[in-house]
């Protein structure tokens, strides 16, 4: 089905504006894939926070202009999924595992901060822990000094009820 001037328009502003908060972009050819498959990964793109779409080249192109994602344009060729996510990890496990799943998708490049990604270093990214992961880590390292001093100040009134406890079987025993 083809669109209209606004129709294209509209799918360009989309695009434009779902891409601009992005952090990481990956295109990926997806010929071969059967259309319950393609619906599953667009179920865990959305799931992780991915923005996932299937958008002719040329409107990709026009979508991508001036963006961090600019770099891409020369890429844009065959049948290919866009794939964006604010978090640069997210996007790229969501495609590795996909295609590791399945054979037919194929990831053909990336980028980040203007600069392009080749598919070993999407796979390399795709290894690194999530953002939620890394604030569950760091979040665990803040709390370590505190849990440690209150462990610490626990075991004052602790010891000192332990002593009174020895001291009472003492006397009874005596």
């Known amino acids: 089905m083809s669109l209209d001037l606004e129709g294209k328009k509209a799918v360009v502003a989309d695009v434009a504006e779902s891409i601009s908060?992005?952090?990481?972009?990956?295109?990926?050819?997806?010929?071969?894939?059967?259309?319950?498959?393609?619906?599953?990964?667009?179920?865990?793109?959305?799931?992780?926070?991915?923005?996932?779409?299937i958008v002719k080249n040329t409107l990709t192109k026009r979508a991508v202009e001036g963006s961090d994602f600019e770099c891409l344009?020369?890429?844009?060729?065959?049948?290919?999924?866009?794939?964006?996510?604010?978090?640069p990890v997210a996007v790229a496990k969501v495609l590795s595992k996909f295609a590791k799943e399945h054979g037919d998708l194929k990831i053909v490049i990336g980028a980040m901060n203007g600069a392009l990604l080749s598919e070993d270093e999407i796979k390399v990214l795709a290894?690194?822990?999530?953002?939620?992961?890394l604030l569950?880590?760091?979040?665990?390292?803040?709390?370590?000094?505190?849990?440690?001093l209150v462990q610490t100040l626990?075991?004052?009134?602790?010891?000192f009820?332990?002593?009174?406890?020895?001291?009472?079987?003492?006397?009874?025993?005596?």
Not at 127 to 133: A, I, M, S, T, V
């Open 21 to 53: 908060g992005a952090q990481a972009a990956i295109l990926a050819e997806y010929r071969g894939l059967t259309v319950s498959q393609m619906t599953g990964l667009r179920a865990d793109a959305r799931q992780a926070g991915v923005f996932l779409r």
């Open 73 to 87: 344009q020369e890429h844009l060729i065959g049948p290919l999924a866009l794939a964006a996510s604010e978090d």
């Open 127 to 133: 290894k690194l822990p999530g953002r939620d992961e």
């Open 136 to 148: 569950a880590q760091l979040i665990g390292v803040m709390q370590a000094p505190v849990q440690k």
């Open 154 to 159: 626990n075991e004052v009134p602790g010891s």
């Open 161 to 174: 009820v332990r002593t009174l406890a020895a001291v009472q079987e003492a006397k009874e025993a005596a």
